[in-house]
């Protein structure tokens, strides 16, 4: 993994823990998934790019969070204990290898 994609993917991480300190939160509102992603887009501190593969892969996108989990890979393991904290939001770095190929599962 190259040093820009680590500093892509700690910073994805650090906005994402912002998110989950803002002001929405601390007033008990849900934001929903595409919201949270819509205000990492904004925070992240470079231009999106729209024809990445950083899309949903699976549920729906206007679901209220309960919390975030951001590891590198969703692995069972992973999504086991996110769900026993109940973190609905996983922001992972690596999905799938043939992950560019896959149509996001709603």
């Known amino acids: 993994m190259s040093i820009v994609t680590r500093i892509r993917s700690?910073?994805?991480?650090l906005?994402?823990?912002?998110v989950l300190g803002s002001t929405a939160f601390a007033r008990d509102e849900r934001?929903?998934?595409?919201?949270?992603?819509?205000?990492i887009q904004q925070q992240v501190g470079v231009p999106w790019q729209s024809d990445a593969v950083d899309t949903f892969k699976a549920g729906n996108p206007d679901t209220p969070v309960t919390g975030i989990a951001v590891t590198m890979m969703a692995t069972l393991d992973v999504l086991q204990r996110a769900?026993?904290?109940?973190?609905?939001?996983?922001?992972?770095?690596d999905?799938?290898?043939?992950?560019?190929?896959l149509?996001?599962?709603a």
């Not at 700690?10 to 991480?13: G, K, N």
């Not at 934001?31 to 205000?39: D, F, I, K, N, P």
């Not at 769900?83 to 770095?93: C, E, F, R, V």
């Open 10 to 13: 700690t910073i994805v991480a």
């Open 15 to 18: 906005t994402a823990i912002a």
């Open 31 to 39: 934001l929903t998934a595409r919201e949270v992603v819509a205000r």
């Open 83 to 93: 769900a026993a904290a109940g973190d609905n939001l996983i922001i992972t770095h």
């Open 95 to 101: 999905f799938l290898r043939s992950s560019r190929h």
């Open 103 to 105: 149509r996001p599962i």
